[in-house]
């Protein structure tokens, strides 16, 4: 396995060969943070800024909370399909990649079971190109 951090903004594992040698190699991509520190949850806006040491990181700057609100409009609209959370759609877009394993964290055991509830729908190609498509410009990101 190779643990790295892997979410849909953070896709640097696509850009930098570790996802491709990862397949090449048949090793599971094990992706933490797959929420992105809560950033992909909706938890946190522009308008609801960050708690604790969550505040003072350049991804949850204004700007940056700007940026990925659209990103989280889509997550939950494709979620409402399937009755599920923008969390949930986030972590099932990990899920499709065969060789990717995302390991969320959670703080309770609601969030344990709303994140195992990942595994209970998929998504439609077109809905991974939805994704794929909204969050490119996270690709390059360091």
């Known amino acids: 396995s190779n643990q790295v951090e892997y979410s849909l903004l953070h896709r640097q594992p696509e850009v930098d060969g570790v996802l491709d040698a ?16 809560g950033a992909l949850t909706g938890k ?8 604790g040491f969550r505040r003072f990181l350049p991804n949850f700057s204004r700007k940056a909370m700007d940026a990925v609100q659209p990103v989280v409009e889509l997550l939950r609209q494709i979620g409402e399909r399937y ?30 079971r709303s994140n195992a509830e990942a595994l209970a729908f998929q998504l439609s190609p077109e809905e991974i190109e ?6 490119l410009a996270w690709r390059n990101k360091i």
């Open 44 to 51: 946190y806006s522009a308008a609801v800024k960050a708690s």
């Open 130 to 135: 939805a994704l794929h498509q909204a969050t």
């Open 83 to 112: 009755a599920k959370t923008p969390p949930q759609v986030a972590l099932r877009w990990l899920i499709e990649n065969p060789c990717v394993l995302p390991i969320p964290g959670a703080k309770n055991s609601k969030q344990a």
């Open 22 to 37: 990862c397949r090449e190699l048949g090793v599971t991509l094990i992706a933490y943070s797959p929420l992105a520190m």
